[in-house]
C-alpha cells in the first residue's frame, strides 16, 4: 500500500515537473508574445532584486528568464530566423550568468550580465518587433 502510494506520488511529481518545463515551450507567435509577456514581468522585479541586493531573488528571476530564453531561442530556429536566435541565445546565456553570480554571491558580476541581458532586448525589438501601444510590440511585417 505505501510503495503504490509513493509511486502514485512519484509519478505525479514527474508529470508536474514535465508540465513545468513544457510551458516554457514557445510554438507559436501567440506563445512568443506571452513569453514576451513574462520577460517584461520577471525582468523589472529582477532589477528591483538587483537593487536590493537580494540574491536568492536574482537568482530565482535569472532561472525564469534562463527558461523563456531557452524557448524564444528554440521559437526563432523553428522559423529559420538565425539572427533573432542568435540573439536570444546571448538572452539566455546573460540570464544564466546572472543566476550563476547570484549563486555564488558575487553581486558585483551581476549588472554587468543584467545590462548585457537589457541590450539584448532592445538589439531584438529593433531588427523584428515594433511598437504598437505603449509596452506592446508585434513582429514587423516580413518577419515570421
Known sequence: MRYGMLVAIGGLLIVGGLGAAQSREVASP????????DVQGT??????????????????????LTDIFAGVQAFWESHGVDEA?????????AAASIKAAADAGDLDAVRPAAQSLGGTCRTCHMAYRERVSDGVF??????L
Open 138 to 143: 508585434k513582429f514587423k511585417d516580413g518577419v
Open 30 to 37: 501567440e506563445d512568443f508574445e506571452k513569453a514576451m509577456t
Open 43 to 64: 525582468f523589472g522585479p529582477l532589477r528591483r532584486s538587483i537593487e536590493a541586493g537580494d540574491a536568492a531573488e536574482i537568482a530565482s528571476g535569472a532561472q525564469e
Open 85 to 93: 536566435a542568435g540573439i536570444a541565445k546571448t538572452a539566455h546565456d
